[in-house]
Nanobody
């Protein structure tokens, strides 16, 4: 079955960086687009970044453009999110997502906290 496992979250100071990783299994990773979402306390889950199956289509939320970079390694079935210049507004649980056979699959999420 499809499984997504995020890692790399943690506590970081404003202006710092983190790199999130999502390991995928249970489907042919190289044939599917991948997305990172986040959900802050009291807010709806929002799309942060998306990448096409071979990395040729990439989209970002306006709030993270120029600071976050999504990438993928199809050989390792992994999607990454490099986050730079973090602010308190980036504090959230970050989720990896894919749409497989018309069904959305999510990881368990990884907490990112930006604070002094």
């Amino acid at each position: 079955q499809v499984q997504l496992a995020e890692s790399g979250g943690g506590l970081v100071q404003p202006g710092g960086s983190l790199r999130l990783s999502c390991a995928a299994s249970g489907f042919t990773f190289s044939e599917y687009g991948m997305r990172w979402y986040r959900q802050a306390p009291g807010k709806e889950r929002e799309l942060v970044a998306a990448i096409g199956s071979n990395g040729n289509v990439i989209k970002y939320a306006d709030s993270v453009k120029g600071r976050f970079t999504i990438s993928r390694d199809n050989a390792k079935a992994t999607v990454l999110l490099q986050m730079n210049s973090l602010t308190s507004e980036d504090t959230a649980v970050y989720y990896c997502n894919t749409l497989y056979n018309y069904e959305n699959y999510w990881g368990q999420g990884t907490q990112v906290t930006v604070s002094v």
